[in-house]
């Protein structure tokens, strides 16, 4: 039973085009991220949410939006796709204090 | 502010060599500090963390100890195996959680047999 499931794993689109990715954790943890790993494999925060509250919104476009229908779910909407929105955003969960975050497998999106 | 910089890769092994993977950090205050993961085609993953200034951290055979003095937290392992290669991720956190946590750029890890 997968802790931290993303939809779609895969997305290929073409410039212009808006475009949603879904996350779900299974782990009852009360604080969710997404995070962007460029081509170079550098991971950047976009969002943090706790408790379906937005805690962190670091400096992105706001063609991102994210929502967060109840704490175990975290969706990314993405609007007028661009070139460089190309890349593997991953959904993360955490439990307080700890620091250890659980990573999705990642949603390669891919902008034409 | 807050950063981490980890050493460039790729590196490149033979199976049973010694690895260490450099990182260093700046951080105001008391900073917990993590080894993240990332094998083909997942996600990231924990593999080990140190929350105060001399502690070791380890797992599967990695170990990293916390430096105050020298500001750093050095992955090391004294057998590399096929199965090891990935890319490995130093990050910090300020505050000890998971909030805000940073990241090094990673560093690609390939072992042949």
């Known amino acids: 039973d997968t802790a931290v499931s993303q939809t779609p794993k895969y997305l290929v689109t073409q410039m212009g085009n808006d475009k949603s990715i879904k996350c779900e954790q299974n782990?009852?943890?009360?604080?969710m991220y997404w995070y962007k790993q460029d081509s170079k494999k550098f991971l950047k925060i976009m969002f943090s949410?706790?408790?379906?509250?937005?805690?962190i919104n670091e400096t992105v476009p706001n063609r991102f939006s994210p929502k967060s229908p109840d704490k175990a779910h975290l969706n990314l909407h993405i609007n007028s796709l661009e070139l460089g929105d190309s890349a593997v955003y991953f959904c993360?969960?955490?439990?307080?204090?700890?620091?250890?975050?659980?990573f999705g497998e990642g949603s390669r999106l891919t902008v034409l | 502010g807050n950063s981490v910089t980890q050493m460039e890769g790729p590196v490149t092994l033979s199976e049973e060599a010694f690895l260490t993977i450099n990182c260093t950090y700046t951080?105001?205050?008391?900073?917990?500090l993590f080894w993240y993961v990332q094998y083909p085609g997942e996600g990231l993953q924990l593999l080990l963390k140190?929350?105060?200034?001399?502690d070791k951290g380890s797992n599967k055979g990695f170990e990293a100890t916390y430096r105050k003095e020298t500001t750093s937290f050095h992955l090391e392992k004294g057998s590399v195996q096929v199965s090891d290669s990935a890319v490995y991720f130093c990050?910090?956190?300020?505050?000890?959680?998971?909030?805000?946590?940073?990241f090094g750029k990673g560093t690609k890890l390939t072992v042949n047999p």
């Open positions: 993360a969960s955490s439990p307080p204090i700890s620091g250890e975050l659980f």
């Open positions: 782990l009852g943890h009360d604080t």
């Open positions: 949410y706790n408790n379906k509250e937005l805690i």
């Open positions: 951080a105001t205050g008391y900073p917990s």
């Open positions: 140190a929350t105060k200034a001399d």
């Open positions: 990050a910090l956190s300020p505050q000890g959680g998971s909030e805000k946590l940073v």
